[in-house]
């Protein structure tokens, strides 16, 4: 790799010597063969096949763009002592300490997906997406690609269009390059796709790196002490004693995969339990807010009217009671132990109604850190889907059946329904928890 006079803190340091420049002075793009062996890809394609959700992108105001990316993502434990050894193996490929890093995510593209050309950063003239998603970590400087299968496969090349640069898959094969300039000014020539699949299936998995420690794998080194005025990035072990936050940025992230939020299908037990609370509210079931006083500022049809009814917990706070505590160890397991959380809110089962809009939000941050939406009934023509962002700005669609549920991280993750119900009712409701150990503090 070239040298510079000054080596900022988040770029290349003693690079492997495998890591070969491609014949290309307008970006600066790598390969290195063979990073990973056949067992550890296939070990890898095991896991993604496991665990993972169609990809879409986030804008400034919530939307999706389907038409951009047509892949699916998937997620990792971070603390699964394998998914370290990769990271390991990418950190001291590319020369770039491991906390300066992003989760890894994995991709998986059908015949006919593709991802169009786009850029890996985060532009800083639209405010609002550069503010949420960069913040304290800064933006992204690095991506390193890994292709984990060819066999069978046809298409899926990595294109640089304005360079005329095109990277085939092969099984292990690395490819990284940079999007920021040493003196920090991005290269809007590092443009690139992921070309449509013509056969059989591409799997990667994809690094990306900040200016700024990410903190997903914990302190770099155990024995400095935790930076406190970057609270957003500390990992939820490190978090021992009380805290104190005045704004949605200084609470923590707390998903050990990196995420911001998960699918999955509720214990028979506790699904029992809320079709005997469903059931018993049903007769009851009344339109929510009816006054409006804040309804249609969140849900609300195209013509801004009321479409959501409620059967509420609070006329039989006994189940309500036990609904609450029987998910909090699942919410608990999610986040660790050494974030213990309280019941804070379960208010009912929201029907929404034909033509029903959520807004994309975030919930209250003073006393919604983590919790659950349960998945109750629904009678639809097309399905609802559940739009989350994760933490890294990018929107995923997730769909639920009844009986089953998404944990979320309900004051950090963006999430919202922004597509108009399409059907009679569809019908759910939202469990929260605040963290013990975080406590709000009005600035005055």
């Known amino acids: 790799m070239e040298k510079i006079t000054e080596i900022p803190k988040w770029d290349t340091k003693d690079p492997s010597p495998n890591l070969k420049r491609l014949d290309n002075d307008q970006i600066e793009a790598y390969e290195i063969h063979d990073l990973l062996d056949s067992s550890e890809c296939e070990k890898i394609i095991d896991l993604m096949n ?3 959700i169609p ?4 804008t400034s105001d919530g939307a999706i763009k389907n038409s951009t990316r047509t892949s699916s993502s998937a997620f990792f434990d971070n603390e699964d002592p394998f998914i370290k050894s990769i990271e390991q193996k990418i950190s001291e490929a590319i020369g770039i300490d491991v906390s300066y890093g992003e989760p890894l995510q994995g991709q998986i593209y059908k015949v006919g997906e593709y991802y169009a050309p786009h850029l890996d950063y985060f532009n800083k003239k639209d405010e609002n997406i550069y503010n949420q998603f960069c913040g304290d970590r800064g933006n992204r400087t690095w991506t390193m690609v890994i292709y984990l299968n060819d066999e069978g496969l046809e298409g899926g090349e990595t294109n640089f269009p304005k360079v005329n640069v095109s990277i085939k898959p092969k099984r292990g094969k690395a490819a990284c390059f940079r999007s ?3 003196n920090g000014r991005m290269n809007r020539l590092t443009l690139h796709s992921g070309q449509k699949v013509t056969k059989g299936s591409k799997y990667i998995i994809t690094k990306w790196f900040r200016e700024n420690p990410v903190n997903t794998h914990g302190n770099s080194n ?12 500390i990992k939820a072990s490190d978090i021992t004693e009380k805290h104190y936050f005045s704004s949605i940025e200084e ?9 911001g939020f998960e699918k ?3 214990p028979e037990h506790i699904w029992k339990m809320a079709q005997e609370a469903y059931d018993t509210l049903l007769p009851k079931i009344t339109t929510e807010d009816p006054e409006e006083k804040w309804i249609t500022s969140v849900i609300a049809d195209e013509y801004g009217n009321n479409v959501c009814d409620i059967m509420s917990f609070d006329l039989i706070p ?5 609904i609450h505590e029987a998910l909090r160890p699942i919410v608990q397991e999610w986040i660790g132990e050494e974030n213990p959380i309280t019941p804070s809110a379960l208010y009912g089962i929201r029907s929404y109604q034909k033509g029903a809009i959520l807004d994309m939000h975030s919930d209250n941050f003073t006393t919604h850190h ?5 998945m109750v009934d629904k009678k639809i023509e097309e399905d609802w889907a559940l739009h989350c962002v994760d933490h890294n700005g990018e929107t995923h669609k997730v769909y639920l059946e009844p009986g089953e549920f998404a944990l979320y991280e309900c004051a950090k993750t963006r999430h919202g329904r922004p597509e108009p119900l399409i059907g009679d009712w569809f019908r759910n409701f939202f469990v929260h928890y605040k963290l013990d150990n975080w406590e709000y503090k009005e600035v005055s």
């Open 370 to 374: 983590a919790g659950c939406i349960v």
């Open 180 to 182: 920021m300039n040493p």
């Open 50 to 52: 496991k665990n993972h």
């Open 264 to 266: 999955r299908k509720l």
């Open 318 to 322: 006994e189940k309500r009671n036990k």
């Open 55 to 58: 990809s879409t992108l986030a």
């Open 251 to 259: 609470l923590p992230y707390l998903d050990k995969k990196g995420v």
């Open 222 to 233: 155990p024995s400095s002490p935790i930076e406190t005025d970057d609270l957003s990035n």
